[in-house]
Nanobody
């Protein structure tokens, strides 16, 4: 069984920076695409950014130029560097990993970490 654990959330002022981490643990697994989602109060969950196993990335328009996703395959860890944070970035951020299990693909989700941007 694969588990994702997120960390790095907290309170930050507008214009500040924060880095989130998401580590996958378990045995007998590999990770394909990893992604960050977020869900703000009263809103639906949205895709923020994703990174493939080869390092290709995409970003939501709302965070492009401010957020950077990266991964360390040796550590089975994905990161989200968030710069120039805005109050509208306030949300619970969730990590997701695509994990092949046999011939199937399983989406594994982290527990979420709260990011609050406020002065």
């Amino acid at each position: 069984q694969v588990k994702l654990v997120e960390s790095g959330g907290g309170l930050v002022q507008p214009g500040g920076s924060l880095r989130l981490s998401c580590a996958a643990s378990g045995s007998g697994f590999r990770v394909d695409t990893m992604a960050w989602f977020r869900q703000a109060p009263g809103k639906e969950r949205e895709l923020v950014t994703a990174i493939s196993s080869s390092g290709r990335t995409n970003y939501a328009d709302s965070v492009k130029g401010r957020f950077t996703i990266s991964r360390d395959n040796a550590k089975n860890t994905v990161y989200l560097q968030m710069n120039s944070l805005k109050p509208e970035d306030t949300a619970v951020y969730y990590c997701k990993a695509d994990v092949p299990v046999g011939r199937a693909n399983v989406e594994v989700w982290g527990q979420g970490t709260l990011v609050t941007v406020s002065s």
